[in-house]
């Protein structure tokens, strides 16, 4: 998502689908392109964009995703339906929302129906945004444009100085796997918080990756919930190094290259004097936040039901609380969520200060960045 | 290996953190019931700080939100005073570990963030080699702090001659006297005859040993250590087979295994039917308890659970526990063992203090009357520590022949009487430092034979 389009005249429209989004629970994105990419390297190319892009999390289950494109011009053409299907399936989407205010849809419905497309006009959209009690006058700040274009000045000053983050975060993010996900966010937090901005835009950035960060976080858990404890830390290794084949894999290429480096020491009658430290590349493998990373898996695990608000949770903290300089409070942060018990709340509440405490202990936050988050104190 | 570490001669200590806070802890975990405690506060404060904290934090893991005054009230169960435990909770929040919640300016609740134990061990470990300005209560440990502590990781390893250890240690007379000393009070250095030398043997040497020592014992044809390792084979049969439950004679035996350490004992002290009444259990040194050892259960409590169970299953005054597997199962999937109480909360202050167990406070409905009460339900901390426990324990216990719902609801309520009323539980550590030991009879012949078991295993001591 690249918060671009700011005087795109969709904007509008496409804030209110998030709104929208989120108020069914879901965790939505604008904006995301997609680039061609050629031998690993992304081109200039831009294949085609989404508008807006949906994650819906459920306890034991695969993430939903949905993805939008949302006009407001009068076009219904087919064809875009089956643009759409076809983003779909590149996304592994279960859904389409084909939303064109203008437009009359009834020619195309039976066809989005077979396409398990939504399509919308404007009224149509109206009764949906009804179901769930949106009120024009009633947007949380996240949605309107003055956040959208405060967060898009933010991803400039980032593009400005460092692109391969901006990159990342706005594009590549969505299209990987789960394990580069985590690890390359984590990267890019690392990165941020190292980078020469302005301290609101890095602190804001920070707290944007954290939310990016808890996405493929809960992703991992669920495919690790029949683990049994004593065997996580395995399973952990196993599932970000890509899996079981890709983990030999990349076994098998780093003894090759150690045997190799032996067979040229030798040649060189250096082999005794190489202390064999050098030949060792097990730390390549090695992620040195792994223990901490089991450290929190573990904990949402055992909360797992609630380990699902978390990525909207720490969205809520970053937009609402830092970019907008509020001061948090409990409901600060659960007025903007869907209903949810006081138990669901505090567990969830807890998770999410337990991802912070967990960049904070790798050194990407600061304790007194966190500190009034962490001091927000559930009801109990 | 190098084991000089005195700061004011710019040596370098090369123990690895984790390691120097382990045998930390295990020197705190010595003097813990020991009433010469107030030598080791005299001459090892900080190692009995880092003991503390490393406890505390073991403790605390994973109870999420925690009463201020119920924090406290667990950390008097572990020998704090009051106003240590407030500087350990400010330690803990300058490390990140804790958030203390406060209303109008007072601490009311302590929301933990505590890592995994091996880290917070290390953690505590890099600190005293390396203090942090932010964590000023963590120090570097003194000359002799650390003579003492890279003394017991030398004995725990193997025995040594006492040549050895001065030399390695590199200690004039008076201190290394003093290290003596205070290996002796806290009965984690023991010194023996050897030849015309005298060695000196750490019983944390034995832990994890249980495979050597058997088949040394296999080997052996010599008599004197034939009842040695029928004893041993007796309690790796029955796992925390009761002392008092042994043939006086093998009693004997046991007792000095207790004393040189292959035999490993926790106590408990517990009220059955308003009668206290202390019980020993035995535990050979198997490998699986992972004992000492930085990732492993550093503070027993597979020893201490499975001691719970062979209480219920042998002492417990009107029905027994029958199938304690199931119990562990239960405990296991459901987290509970029982309904609310309406009884204090100092009612589980064994497993409260071990970190086994916390008390939730749920409502309730009588049985009879269906009135509706508030009382305390104690909840298992599904920690990973916790789950390998209950993983161990459950291996040593044999399943009853019984069908097993036919007992569960009994065995529950009994399992949860012991944990109920048991007050104190020494784990090993603890009760060889404690006064404990003294009241059973002393067998020289014996101990003699069973501490030269140690030199044998290993081929002889360090010299």
Known sequence: MSYSGVDDKDLGLKLRMMNYFWKIGNFPRPSIPLYRYRKGKRTSKLFTDIDVLAIQFLPLSEPLVIVCSAKSGKESDPAQLFWLAGVMNYFGASKGYYVRTKASIESIRQLSKKLNIVSLNEDQFKILESNVDIESSDIPFMFTKDCYKKTNDFFNKVKNIKRPIYNYLTERYWINPPNYRLMRTYSCAQDLARLNLPND???FMRYYCASLFSVPLVHLMNLMISTPDNLMKERLETELMGGEIAQVEKTKILHSVKLLMKDFARYMNAIKSVPSRFFDFSNLLKIEYLDDLLDLILRFKQRFKEAVFVPQILDVIAFEVIL?????????????????????????????????????????FKRKEIESILKILPEM | MLLRSFPEENFVVTLHPKWLALRSTEIHRCFSRNPNEYHAFLHLPHVMRVGQVVRLANMLRLRRFIEYDKAKALSHLLGMQPDTAEVNFETFESLGWLTIHRKHGEPNILEEHIPLLENTIEKIGELTMDPEPEVPTIKPLSAIETASVNALDFCARRPCTEEALRSELGLGDPEFNLIESLGRAGKYLEKMPLKQKSAFLSPIYYFNQYDEIKQFMQRQTVETLAP?????????????????MLEPSEQKIAISGIRTGWLIPVTTNTQFGGVTKDFTFLFPPLSKFQDSHPGGDVFEKAKVLLSSFRLGENFAPTTKIRDPVAVIRKLRRVGRLSKPHSDAFDQYKLPASKGILLLKKETGKT?????????????????????????????????????????????????????????????????????????????????????????????????
Request: charge should be neutral; glycine fraction near 6%; aromatic fraction near 8%.
């Open chain 1, 201 to 203: 835009c890095r602190l």
């Open chain 1, 324 to 364: 907008r300089r509020e001061s948090p409070s409990f409901d600060t942060i659960f007025g903007h969520l869907p209903k949810l018990t006081r138990v669901q709340k505090n567990n969830a509440a807890k998770l999410s200060k337990d991802v912070l405490v967990f960049f904070e202990r790798n050194r990407i």
């Open chain 2, 228 to 244: 040695l390792g029928k004893t041993l084979e007796h309690c790796a049969e029955y796992v925390g087979q009761p002392l008092q």
């Open chain 2, 367 to 463: 049985f009879y009357t269906g009135e509706e009460y508030t009382g305390y339900t104690p909840v298992l901390i599904k920690s990973e520590e916790n789950m390998k426990v209950l993983d161990t324990v459950e291996s040593l216990l044999e399943r009853s022949t019984e069908i097993a719902t036919k007992t569960l609801e009994n065995d529950l309520k009994v399992a949860n009487e012991v944990l109920k009323n048991t007050s104190v539980c020494l784990e090993s550590l603890e009760f060889r430092g404690s006064n404990w030991i003294s009241r059973f009879p002393k067998e020289p012949t014996l101990e003699r034979r069973a501490a030269e078991l140690a030199l044998v295993v290993c081929g002889g001591a360090y010299e």
